[in-house]
């Protein structure tokens, strides 16, 4: 038997149309995650993007199931380095919109309204915010490119030796 790894469920979390003209954009993903992406510069036949990701606590970022892909004039290009994002540190959960959500209604004080014992007994989970460069190549083109980051799921199989000349996409 061989071993065979197969990505599938690939679905797109947030594309970036033109992300030259993007540089200091920040994108909100559909979980609540937020992409900004911090400097983008080109030299030539690459592109280099600087990328912060504060993803949330419920959906974590994973080098294993996300990556970022550049589509040049319709065809996907990954990273020439793979090594991409690093964890650079946590923020809290309640940022200043969270707590101004969570104070009540105007005038109904916002000290008084926040259970702050609950917080203090159960602290909601931080964002955790990843950073890095990340550097495509980019041929000659430069209309319609698109950042993307992407999510698919790796299943793991076996196939039988008798297709071990079976060439893979």
């Known amino acids: 038997m061989l071993p065979v790894e197969v990505l599938v469920r690939r ?92 104070g009540g209604p105007p005038g109904g004080g916002l000290p008084g309204a926040l259970p702050w014992a609950g917080l203090a007994l159960n602290p909601p989970a931080g964002r955790t915010v990843w950073a890095g460069s990340l550097q495509f190549e980019t041929g000659e083109a430069t209309a319609g490119l698109k950042l993307a980051l992407v999510h698919f799921e790796r299943r793991r199989t076996e196939l039988p030796f008798e297709f071990r000349d079976l060439p893979l996409p």
């Open 11 to 102: 679905q797109d979390l947030v594309v970036v149309p033109g992300p030259v003209r993007a540089s200091g954009k920040r994108f909100l993903l559909s979980d609540g995650s937020q992409l900004r992406l911090t400097h983008v510069s080109r030299r030539g036949r690459w592109l280099t993007v600087g990328v912060e990701l504060t993803s949330s606590a419920a959906v974590p970022f994973d080098r294993e199931r996300h990556v970022f892909e550049l589509v040049v004039q319709g065809r996907r290009r990954r990273p020439y380095f793979e090594g991409g994002l690093f964890r650079t540190g946590s923020r809290p959960a309640w940022g200043p919109e969270g707590l101004l959500l969570a």
